[in-house]
């Protein structure tokens, strides 16, 4: 399968893309007006009541739960608590996503060994994630009152500082007092009053308004713990339900490979063979009454012998090469390059042959990138570059072709990232307009 990536060539990159163009002020002066700052702080002031409501929740549910328990039915209830605890969880993480910014996976699957209810309450109990849902809504509430008390605390005075020459006539208009008071000892006192007093007011407010939304960063900076720790799927998991998408792509690679199998033997060599066949019934049945024309028959049944042959060899080769079996990946490498439509200079530099799975697929990765190097990149030249770092098996194809290749470019370029990643590989594109196009590939050893 060759991959598309010419469908990404000759590609121009838009001016004015997000990120090109950033404000002149130094981030200190623009965080108090910054959505982010803002998204915080929305986080942190909807994070008591929602936290509240979790808490009661949980804390009553599992009281009642647990005081049942002596009954048969605390351990449905306990069930609907933790089930329940998942959905505050994805609340939580979707307002963690859209207020915090937070790249969170989504919830770990149940896994049920039996269906039914009694499947599903074994699931829940069994699942770490659904108690440490349930941990956080008890958990979340006392650092839910901290934050929003100092928050709140913090914005207030500082705004309320950073205005009070705005508003500091209300207190002679409305009160027996020329300023607003800050000290007093029951018979002398400190109120700000005069414009010296105003200004060092306003600057200290100023002060405190640009300093307030790093603090309020720093308690949403608990917050991502919090979530990441408690909210968050398990590596394991995570990595579980990775290894479960690898092998759905290798299955699904596997099955198509099949089926272009067989459909090139179906339309390829079967066909010929079949038309074989049917000469030589002919030139046997021409045989008694015609020998020359039988010979001729003959004879153009062996060139098809030859041709059969040929395509089972080349069909052969497409499904695991005898070089490379026999020879390592120089010697396979090297019979691959001779069939590219440019000169390709090949360089393999491998202490030890790697395991023959990723040795295949090494193989076909650079013959896949090479039919990219014919039939699209326009290059007058190309290169193989393979090699061991550590525990991975590195390879390499550059082109001074037109450039523009992309990984989302067209569809065979993300199958072979796919197929990569199926085996915790990794598949890079370097590929900038004009050219050069580098695509290097990386590959556990695994010996």
Known sequence: MATEYGQGYGRQHRPGSAGSGRGTLPMGLRAPVAGRTWREFGYVLLGLPISVIMFAFAVTMVSLGAGLLITFLGVPVLAATLSAARGFAALERGRARALLGMDIGHAEPLRMARPGLMGWIGALFKSGSSWRNLLYMVVHLPWAVFAFTVAVTFWTLALGLLSYPLWHWV?????DQEGMQILSDGENSIVIDNAFELTMTALAGLVLTLATPWVVRGLTMVDRLLVFALLSPSLLA?????L????????????ADLRRIER??????????????MDLGLAKEKLAEDPQEAARMVNEAHGEVKTALQELRDLARGIHPAVLTDRGLDAALSSVATRCTVPVRVEVDLPARPAP???GIAYFTVSELLQNVSKHSRATRASIDVWRSENRLLLQVTDNGIGGA???????MAGLAERLGAVDGVLVVDSP???PTRVTAELPWRT
């Not at 690898?246 to 690679?253: I, L, S, Y």
Request: charged share 25%.
């Open 171 to 175: 207190f002679p208009r409305y009160t």
């Open 244 to 255: 479960e998408a690898d092998r759905g792509v290798v299955v699904d690679t596997a099955a």
């Open 406 to 412: 992309t990984l989302d470019g067209g569809t065979g």
């Open 238 to 242: 995570s990595r579980v339900v990775e």
């Open 264 to 277: 090139d033997l179906h339309d390829g060599a079967q066909a010929r063979l079949v038309n074989l066949a």
């Open 433 to 435: 307009i004009a050219g």
């Open 357 to 359: 799975a990723i040795e």
